[in-house]
Nanobody
Framework: QVQLVESGGGLVQAGGSLRLSCAASVRPFSNYAMGWFRQVPGKEREFVAAIARSGGRTSYADSVKGRFTISRDNAKNTVYLQMNGLKPEDTAVYYC??????????????????WGQGTQVTVSS
């Protein structure tokens, strides 16, 4: 059974940083492009960042470009989202997702095959 488990969320002041992690049980992990999405109540799930299977290609939503960095460690079956310069509008539940044999370009939830349960990020002003 495929499992994606996010961790690292929490409460932080505006301007602060958090690093989210997503541990994946998918095998081999290197066969999956990975993505991060976020969602607030009453809104659709929103693309944040994606990374190719090898980690050689990344893409970001315009709203986080220059502040967030996605990375992966295929030896540890883990993908990360380093979030710097956090803003109150970054407050959301953050989800990681896996795209089997994907190219790391997926920006829509339908592009992904597996999802984690999410971790809450709250940024206070």
């Amino acid at each position: 059974q495929v499992q994606l488990v996010e961790s690292g969320g929490g409460l932080v002041q505006a301007g602060g940083s958090l690093r989210l992690s997503c541990a994946a049980s998918v095998r081999p992990f290197s066969n999956y492009a990975m993505g991060w999405f976020r969602q607030v109540p009453g809104k659709e799930r929103e693309f944040v960042a994606a990374i190719a299977r090898s980690g050689g290609r990344t893409s970001y939503a315009d709203s986080v470009k220059g502040r967030f960095t996605i990375s992966r460690d295929n030896a540890k079956n883990t993908v990360y989202l380093q979030m710097n310069g956090l803003k109150p509008e970054d407050t959301a539940v953050y989800y990681c997702a896996a795209d089997h044999l994907g190219l790391g370009r997926g920006r829509a939830p339908r592009d992904y095959d597996y999802w984690g349960q999410g971790t809450q990020v709250t940024v206070s002003s």
